[in-house]
Nanobody, 124 residues
Framework: QVQLVESGGGLVQAGGSLRLSCAAS????????MGWFRQAPGKEREFVGA????????YYVDSVKGRFTISRDNAKKAVYLQMNSLKPEDTAVYYC?????????????????WGQGTQVTVSS
């Protein structure tokens, strides 16, 4: 059974940093793309970025390029989202997702497994 568990969310002031973690278990993820999404109240779930587990290559939405970095640790089977220079508009629930046979898909339906989400709140 695949499980994705996010952690690391919290309250931070604008300009601050947070590091989200996604612990993956239940299968081998070497052929998977791991995505990060976020959803603010009243808005649709939005793609943030993704990493190909095997190659370590990444892709980001324009609004977070240069501020957010995705990485993975093969030994720990974990994926990370380092968020710097946070802005109030980054406030959302952040989700980790896993999809097989996809490149850097930006739509939620392309991903097979999801975590429960972790709240990130950026105060101005």
């Amino acid at each position: 059974q695949v499980q994705l568990v996010e952690s690391g969310g919290g309250l931070v002031q604008a300009g601050g940093s947070l590091r989200l973690s996604c612990a993956a278990s239940g299968r081998t993820f070497s052929r998977y793309t791991m995505g990060w999404f976020r959803q603010a109240p009243g808005k649709e779930r939005e793609f943030v970025g993704a990493i190909r587990w095997s190659a370590g290559t990444t892709y980001y939405v324009d609004s977070v390029k240069g501020r957010f970095t995705i990485s993975r640790d093969n030994a720990k089977k974990a994926v990370y989202l380092q968020m710097n220079s946070l802005k109030p508009e980054d406030t959302a629930v952040y989700y980790c997702a896993a999809g097989s046979g996809i490149e850097f898909a930006v739509v939620p339906i392309a991903y097979d497994y999801w975590g429960q989400g972790t709240q990130v709140t950026v105060s101005s």
